[in-house]
């Protein structure tokens, strides 16, 4: 079922001012570049960091932070960081250039996802084993040899387990330690848009394992889209 790919990376809550003290004027999710204490995000806002979590990266070409954000009197806002994910960050590839190379066709569902900054922005679930460091591959391919119409950018999520897919015991049900996570990337497409337009839709196409009925997962696999709009400024 095709879903609404989310357009923002902002949920604004408005507040209203109390009694004097500092209350956020928006709390949410924001995606962009972190450069010290700077944070700049695809929206073009400017955020110093004043508080955040352990572990919080000096710099980050490409971070999504969570938290509540305040207005500064000179300008720009001041964040208190709840939460952050560096995602992977990588350009979309172009299949017309890849040689026909396999890139994997293990099942890679878009839980959320969200287009900014040039960037598809995308929280896949995948399986893995649980105590494995097996790395898996994602990757974001334009399908620019399809024979359709040129009015919308297709891509297609691919993902490579090496070998750490879904298996099924004896019983047909997920085999132990078969674990459904989620992982975070974001793929630059901005490239594949055609110079002479400022806005064009994107489809993006991944795939995930379908249900027994009874809340088990089957090897058997269904295409899912998620559609957007891509935009120069």
């Not at 172009?94 to 878009?110: E, H, M, Q, T």
Request: hydrophobic letters at 35%.
């Amino acid at each position: 079922m095709k879903k609404l790919l989310i357009l923002t990376l902002l949920s604004i809550i408005m507040t209203s001012c109390n009694m004097g003290k500092d209350v956020p004027v928006f709390s949410g999710r924001l995606t962009g570049a972190l450069s010290g204490t700077l944070f700049t995000s695809d929206e073009g806002l400017d955020v110093n960091i004043k508080s955040a979590p352990e572990g919080f990266p000096e710099s980050s070409e490409r971070i999504m932070i969570s938290g509540s954000y305040y207005r500064r009197k000179s300008g720009g806002f001041d964040a208190d960081v709840k939460d952050f994910i560096e995602p992977l960050c990588k350009d979309a590839i172009s299949r017309a250039l890849s040689g026909g190379k396999d890139f994997g066709s293990d099942a890679a569902n878009i839980e959320r996802g969200w287009i900014s900054g040039g960037y598809a922005n995308l929280y896949v679930q995948v399986i893995f084993r649980e105590g494995s460091e097996t790395k898996h591959l994602l990757n974001l391919v334009y399908e620019d040899t399809l024979e359709e119409p040129a009015d919308t950018l297709r891509f297609t999520l691919h993902h490579d387990a090496f070998g750490e897919a879904l298996a099924l015991d004896d019983e047909g049900k997920p085999q132990e330690g078969c674990i459904a996570g989620i992982a975070a990337a974001s793929f630059n497409i901005l490239k594949f848009m055609p110079e002479s337009v400022d806005e064009i839709p994107v489809k993006i196409t991944g795939s995930w394992y379908r249900n027994d009925g009874n809340g088990n997962l089957t090897l058997e696999t269904y295409p899912s889209s998620r559609t957007g709009i891509l935009r120069r400024h």
